[in-house]
């Protein structure tokens, strides 16, 4: 059994929006899932799900609207929901592929919860726009209930929730152990359920924790060697967008430090994965990033493209 342990974080683009759209889309993961397995590594996969949550959490509030008998959902709840469909298109579409290629490995699913501090700054500052557009009356609603809203440019408003930092994935005991039997697992999807600690109990937030935070945590956790974040980009560049746009190859921690200091990549967007390669590199030896597109991931995982920090 390989020692070399890969965290994959897959962005929105590799699951799709829709149902029809999730089903087509695993199955491309799952093919660039098995690559990375034939290289003979350990893999665990973490997932976004903002539109997948956000789905959810529109429709059962919409549900709760017209059943005045049953209570809305809560994110955590919603977030949950989203980790449990996701993650069954997404082991299944990988078992297909395993057994097409004779690979007999089980998949799993892991529903993980991540602990966030209740004074989380992030809490003041909400950035984290959730749900479906809402009118100026809805929104005043919203308001009142103590939950923050945005208006948009083209008009209307939608709420907004905290992205406050992981501390801690309550489910890492259970991760390392599935991979430790050479399982495949799914984890941290959409950055875990996230919850507060209160005595013994863990309390769900109203909040969505970064994707890429929590695979680079697990990924320090389980003392992995890769943190493989797929996202729309087969490179990172600088300059986005203008004439003097320049590609990264291979680049250092410093490096990487550097262009975040002279704010070259969006918050919310690019940003959160260098902090998060960036913060998985420093606390251990020999590790390394890899920031591609999900077409090039075993191209990535062999240093041939990508942007790869070390």
Request: proline share 4%; hydrophobic share 40%; with cysteine.
């Amino acid at each position: 059994m390989s020692e070399k342990i890969v965290v994959v974080a897959l962005g929105h683009r590799a699951l799709g929006t829709t149902l029809p759209e999730q089903k087509v889309a695993t199955r491309q993961a799952a093919k660039a899932i098995a690559d990375l397995v034939e290289e003979g590594v350990r893999v665990v996969i973490s997932h976004s799900n903002g539109p997948q949550v956000g789905m959810i959490h529109t429709a059962m509030n919409e549900f709760g609207k017209a059943h005045p008998d049953y209570t809305f959902a809560p994110m955590s709840v919603c977030s949950a929901m989203s980790q449990g469909y996701i993650g069954y298109d997404l082991q299944n579409a990988i078992r297909a592929e395993f057994l097409s290629r004779g690979i007999y490995k089980p998949v799993s699913t892991v529903l993980t919860q991540a602990v966030i501090d209740p004074y989380d700054e992030a809490f003041a500052e909400p950035e984290k726009i959730i749900g479906r557009i809402l009118t100026a009356e809805e929104a005043e609603a919203e308001e009142e209930k103590g939950n923050y809203v945005t208006e948009l440019p083209e008009g209307g408003f939608r709420r907004i929730v905290a992205a406050p930092v992981p501390l801690r994935i309550v489910e890492i005991e259970t991760i390392r152990t599935l991979i430790d039997a050479d399982q495949v697992v799914i984890a941290a999807g959409g950055g875990g359920i996230p919850v507060m600690e209160q005595g013994i109990e863990l309390h769900g937030a109203s909040a969505i924790i970064e994707k890429d935070l929590a695979s680079g945590l697990m990924a320090e956790d389980l003392n992995a060697d890769t943190l493989m974040i797929l996202t729309s980009v087969e490179k990172v560049s600088l300059n986005l967008g203008q004439d003097n746009e320049k590609f990264l190859d291979t680049i250092t921690v410093e490096e990487a430090k550097k262009y975040m200091n002279e704010n070259q990549f969006a918050p919310g967007s690019m940003l959160p994965k260098f902090e998060a390669g960036i913060s998985f590199i420093a606390r251990g030896e020999g590790r390394r990033t890899i920031i591609t597109d999900i077409q090039h991931a075993k191209d990535g995982y062999r240093e041939k493209t990508g942007t790869i920090i070390k």
